[in-house]
């Protein structure tokens, strides 16, 4: 029944529409894919929960205070101190940047765009201090407001700025939220081509390597691209329409798992079409063949992926949140790609797409004798000490972990490049200025906002509250501007001081929120979900693994394989993240998202070799099967291994420290999975066990559980 409606998928005529079908989609929706960047939302408050208490302030002052405020500083540094004519020009450049860059907001209300100078808040007599005490560091403050354009529009501003912020002598440097927000968008710059073109270069030369032929890595390459256009454009459309959340962050990491999941199923579909070509003189009937035997492998890993990720959706960060139906829909379009296209241009082009190296009808199948056959055969004597030896140097690895720190990332840790915005704020630091773009905001009962005021005196690193403001409901609120980098460790153990403090006011109802609350609320947030997701996913997977092996015993230990490589991994990444890369720490969301990549990625290995060793085991045995799955799976998994993990290291040509950390983690974890959790490890648990791995179904219990078919040599050397 299945190999009919594989049959009719790639028939004489029906492979002609379904390639036509999938191509003129592809075509539709790459207007749409081109767009994904335009409806990006890289604001934090947009990744916080509604029940954060930076959350609840914003929506306070949403109608006092305008969202869409982007409070901006330009800084200035002369070593030996700036002179007068230095403070002179500042002052011109301020009144050039009001008069000439669009969206400088009108701070006073008088009409016109507003630009502070040192000089003018030294009129003014404002408490701000613009200049430090030594004179060598100064800085202009702006508010920067687009309205409903918001973020996007700032890299525009950030340049018509630094084309006018210009002395001799003198070092110039966008800093506060405007600087941080024109360096994201750089750091993001060229996201919808360079980070595509660079994965499928790697992919390209793997693929290359692996069929050693000039044309057919060209077919799962197109089928990449044709499944990448469909998913970015058809998450495009919910971006824009049903307001699914999406990032730089979400967009980068879609792109790299359909490039490099696709290519994965591709590498699984064209080694079983290649081993029935052998079999079969028509090349429909084996293709029909191979999509029968093959698509239930392929639809199983990525069930697995897409229900792993669409656990996500129960994450009180809302990037997080947003992420899992994003890649759930990757994955999803990737795999009707990768079981219609596909197959349909393998049946179009023939035998001849194979050349130098055409599978011919009857020839003897390579695997049987090659690298994985031997690897199966020197396991087979010793299963027991193989699994025993190999799971004690994983756990040694996991030892990595107590290296792993997850306390977040400041400012300047966040990149791996210094940018302008990095520059600026060191510069604020070193000359003991504040960011006066960095405060708490402070919201509570008007009868008791004075108390409140008062409870904040003296804590460390706060500067003084501003005179409060009336807002609605009998409330007000004012702000203190905080001595310390907006994302570090001591911004956060401000907040946290400053809460503690005004919650412990009677009848206030305070709230503290601003930017160093929305990165403390998303590190208590990210925490939160780590311990509930997890779990979560591996249930789910668990759940996929009975229906899919019927079997418990299997499915136990798989997961435990898994979560093995993944501490691993994490263990060893810990390592190079301190002692060879240089990093100060992860984010707090790094081991979820480590997790889920892993092991909704890492046991799609292990379905792509359990379901080949359930198939073999009824006609062979358990251990027989085992070795036929292992020699026959063992190059294609491999290769598919290493083309995800190079696809997973292009996230390290971004620079952000968070996307190569990830990129190192999930490709360590791959490579681990594919060349030894699943070549060695759950193959030699396979051969100790034998029968019993199918606990307590029935298959396998009879003399084939231990011996192989009669008439089949003992070592491994015929045809799969």
């Not at 001799?168 to 506060?176: C, E, I, P, R, T």
């Not at 992919?203 to 069929?211: G, R």
């Not at 997961?559 to 720490?585: D, K, Q």
Request: hydrophobic share 50%; with cysteine.
């Amino acid at each position: 029944m299945h190999r009919q409606i594989a049959g009719r998928l790639t028939g004489p005529v029906t492979k002609w529409l379904v390639a036509a079908g999938v191509i003129v989609a592809a075509l539709a929706l790459a207007p749409l894919s081109a767009k994904l960047i335009d409806v990006q939302n890289n604001e934090a408050s947009s990744w916080l929960p509604g029940s954060a208490e930076s959350t609840k302030v914003l929506e306070e002052l949403s109608e006092s205070v305008d969202p869409n405020d982007i409070p901006t500083l330009v800084v200035y540094h002369r070593s030996g101190g700036l002179t007068d004519a230095d403070f002179a020009a500042m002052d011109q450049q301020a009144a050039e940047i009001a008069a000439e860059v669009d969206g400088v907001a009108d701070s006073d209300g008088d009409g016109t765009p507003d630009v502070l100078s040192p000089r003018v808040a030294e009129q003014l007599q404002l408490p701000q201090q613009l200049v430090s005490d030594d004179g060598e560091a100064a800085y202009l403050y702006l508010v920067l407001n687009f309205g409903d354009e918001g973020w996007n529009a700032v890299p525009d501003a950030a340049d018509a700025i630094r084309d006018i912020a210009e002395l001799d002598g003198v070092s110039v440097h966008l800093a506060g939220y405007g600087g941080q927000a024109a360096d994201a968008a750089e750091a993001f710059e060229g996201l919808d081509t360079t980070l595509i073109l660079a994965a499928l270069g790697v992919v390209i030369v793997i693929l290359l390597f692996t069929y050693r032929s000039p044309v057919l890595w060209l077919l799962p390459v197109l089928c990449a691209v044709v499944a990448n256009l469909i998913a970015t454009g058809i998450v495009y459309l919910l971006a824009r329409y049903a307001d699914l959340t999406v990032n730089g962050q979400s967009q980068a990491i879609l792109s790299i798992l359909v490039i490099g999941a696709g290519t994965d199923y591709a590498l699984l579909l064209v080694a079983r079409y290649r081993e029935e070509l052998r079999r079969h003189e028509d090349r429909h009937e084996a293709m029909a063949f191979a999509l029968h035997r093959a698509a239930p492998a392929i639809l199983a890993s990525s069930a697995t992926v897409c229900v792993g990720m669409l656990c996500l959706v129960v994450a009180e960060l809302n990037s997080t949140a947003g992420l899992g139906p994003v890649l759930a829909i990757g994955i999803a379009v990737t795999f009707l790609v990768m079981v219609t296209l596909l197959p349909a241009l393998l049946v179009i082009c023939g035998r001849w797409v194979f050349w130098p190296k055409r599978p011919a009808f009857g020839s003897p199948e390579p695997t049987s004798s090659g690298l994985w056959a031997r690897v199966g055969n020197a396991i087979k004597p010793r299963p027991r000490a193989v699994w025993v030896v190999t799971t004690g140097l994983l756990l040694v690895a996991c030892l990595g972990l107590f290296k792993l720190d997850t306390g977040g990332l400041s400012t300047e840790e966040t990149y791996t490049k210094e940018f302008d915005s990095v520059k600026g704020q060191r510069i604020l630091e070193e000359h003991g200025l504040q960011d006066a773009s960095n405060t708490i905001q402070v919201v509570a009962d008007t009868d008791q906002i004075d108390a409140v005021v008062d409870a904040l005196a003296g804590i460390d690193g706060l500067g003084a509250a501003d005179d409060p403001v009336p807002i609605a409901d009998g409330r007000s609120y004012f702000e203190a501007t905080i001595g310390a980098d907006i994302s570090s460790q001591r911004a956060a153990d401000i907040v946290e001081a400053s809460r503690t403090a005004v919650h412990d006011v009677d009848g206030a109802d305070a709230l503290v929120g601003g930017g160093s609350a929305f990165y403390l609320d998303t590190k208590i947030a990210s925490n939160r979900d780590n311990v509930v997701i997890i779990p979560l996913v591996l249930l789910v997977v668990f759940l996929i693994l009975l229906a899919l092996l019927r079997a418990v015993l299997a499915p136990v230990l798989l997961i435990a394989t898994v979560v093995l490589s993944f501490g691993a991994a994490l263990g060893i990444s810990a390592l190079l993240f301190e002692y060879v890369f240089g990093f100060a720490g992860t984010d707090p969301s790094f081991p979820l998202f480590a997790f889920v990549f892993l092991v909704a990625l890492g046991i799609d290995y292990n379905i792509f070799l359990m379901t080949r060793v359930r198939e073999e085991t009824a006609t062979r045995g358990t251990r027989a099967g085992s070795l036929v799955a292992l020699s026959s799976t063992g190059g294609v998994i491999t290769s598919a291994g290493l083309v995800l993990a190079a696809t997973f290291l292009v996230l390290g040509s971004l620079p952000l420290v968070f996307l190569a950390e990830i990129g190192v983690a999930v490709a360590l974890g791959v490579l681990l999975d594919t060349m030894i959790v699943r070549s060695v490890l759950v193959t030699a648990l396979n051969l100790d066990l034998g029968s019993r791995i199918w606990w307590p179904s029935r298959l396998d219990r009879g003399a084939s559980a231990v011996q192989p078919p009669a008439g089949e040599p003992d070592r491994l050397t015929t045809s799969v």
